[in-house]
């Protein structure tokens, strides 16, 4: 396989690298979403990581059962650690994956056992040599413009083919500043896609099964990240008061805000926010 070009790594994405690993970590899962939980916890004893990865095995199947008879190629962008592409893989599907991350690069070659090409570019650069039965993204829209989605969908598509798409989404347009406000507003989404020629094939609100994932996340940040932290303030205080103080002001000048939203995560979502599978076609060119 040809050596894809070299892509300059921001410090930010530098950052969230080092977030998947420790999320690696926690995990040992081969992905990197919310997943579907079939049967909701009710106590929050059920809320555990065992629980947690067989929801996310639950979630790539609930995306198989959206893929049309008749798909053959898959290009699955933003395609994180290939846990998605292994699964479709399994099924017969020829996939391809597409992520701007070298970490991801070499994280979904080792799960698919280097039987899928991997593209380290962006969507939006993205050049390819054929057309593909469909697309998906998986958590990944909202790291791109709508417009960008949907054109460039439509130029990779085969007429006919299919956009499969699955992601929090904004349903409160006012939301515009927050940890999720990145997301896009549904009514924008769908906006941009229809005036790109797709159709919605069919759509479903997934939110209360993913909802417990966020719950977990809070509730374990809450229960040992918190109380690191904690823990380790104190032993600066006592062996550095300087640097303690130091600290004590950038965390009170930048970082609470964002713990505290963390925190209210699951009510923010409940107020602004949706989760859904998209199931959008790309209209045939006329006389087909």
């Excluded at 790109?196 to 909802?211: C, N, P, R, T």
Aim: glycine share 6%.
């Amino acid at each position: 396989m040809p050596k894809s070009e070299s892509i300059s790594i921001s410090k930010v994405t530098r950052y969230q690298n080092a977030a998947l690993n420790y999320y690696l970590g926690l995990l040992d899962s081969p992905y990197l979403h919310y997943g579907y939980w079939e049967t909701l916890p009710v106590p929050a004893e059920e809320l555990t990581i065992g629980r947690l990865r067989i929801a996310q095995e639950a979630y790539a199947a609930k995306l198989f059962d959206f893929i049309p008879a008749g798909t053959h190629t898959v290009l699955d962008v933003g395609c994180g650690i290939g846990g998605n592409a292994a699964y479709l893989l399994e099924r017969g599907f020829a996939v391809e994956g597409l992520a701007p991350d070298p970490f991801q690069q070499e994280r979904f070659l080792q799960c698919t056992h280097g039987h899928a090409i991997f593209h380290l570019t962006n969507f939006e650069n993205f050049k390819a040599t054929h057309s593909y039965d469909l697309i998906l993204l998986s958590e990944s829209s909202q790291y791109m413009a709508a417009v960008d989605i949907a054109q460039g969908a439509a130029n990779l598509l085969s007429g006919g083919g299919y956009l499969l798409l699955a992601d929090m989404m904004r349903s409160d347009p006012n939301y515009q500043e927050g940890i999720f406000s990145n997301c896009h507003v549904v009514t924008e989404l769908h906006t941009a896609l229809k005036q790109a020629g797709f159709s919605l094939v069919k759509s479903e609100d997934i939110s209360a099964q993913i909802l417990p994932t966020i719950d977990l996340y809070v509730d374990t940040f809450r229960r040992f990240g918190m109380n690191t932290i904690n823990y380790i303030a104190d032993l600066i205080a006592i062996a550095v008061p300087p640097l303690y103080k130091l600290l004590r002001w950038i965390f009170h000048r930048w970082v609470k805000k964002l713990v505290v939203e963390g925190l209210e995560a699951r009510q923010l979502f409940e107020r602004h926010l949706c989760y859904e599978i998209q199931l959008w076609q790309l209209s045939k060119p006329d006389g087909l």
